[in-house]
């Protein structure tokens, strides 16, 4: 890579961060559907093309670390040896990926907003979904499961499952104000998934 690409990507990389700093300080102030991609483009200082050149839609300034996170989690995930069992394997990666990095109470104000906005949620799916693909290869590995057999569903339900108790444990999370652990209600929300039920 030259120098002068360096220094272009250096400046997108800014103007990405300006721009979702901007419109999440707007999200957290005034509300999500409240806020508009006008009023966002004009307190950037940018145009509303340029607005677009960087998101897709406002649902990606929110969610937009989600499809980083997958391909940092399958990463992970093929990091860890393959003689780790298939749920220990991801409890180890969700754990290293570990996405409560701002503040407590503003990440709790932002998790808040995900679950409590339809478009949000959607669009969250939408990325787990995206997750799924990227992590079921490593765990038919795990599984001894041969890659050109699309018969078998263990892989995918083992890591939909596992996806479902992390969206799970971030819902309990917000209902609990942000108290709770975030690593024990998962654990606790896979124990729950894992156990089998006993008929009366």
Partial sequence: MSNQERLWTRSRQAVYAEITSVA?????????????????????????????RYFGTKEDIVLGDLASQGLLLRDTLEAIPLAVAPWEALREAFRKVDGLTRQRDV????????YETPSLRARSIEKHLQWQELLVPNIRLRLGIDGDD??????DAIVSSAI???????QLWV?????????????????????PIEKT
């Fill in 150 to 155: 699309p018969s078998d569903p263990a892989a």
């Fill in 164 to 170: 479902a108790c992390l969206d799970v444990a971030g």
């Fill in 24 to 52: 999440m300080g707007l999200f957290l102030e005034q509300g999500f559907e409240q806020t508009t991609i006008d009023q966002i483009a004009a307190t950037a200082a940018i145009s509303r093309r340029s607005f677009f």
């Fill in 107 to 114: 990440m709790l104000k932002i998790a808040k907003m995900m």
């Fill in 175 to 195: 209902r609990t104000g942000g108290t709770a652990d975030l690593a024990d209600l998962y654990d606790r929300a896979v124990l729950a998934v894992r156990t």
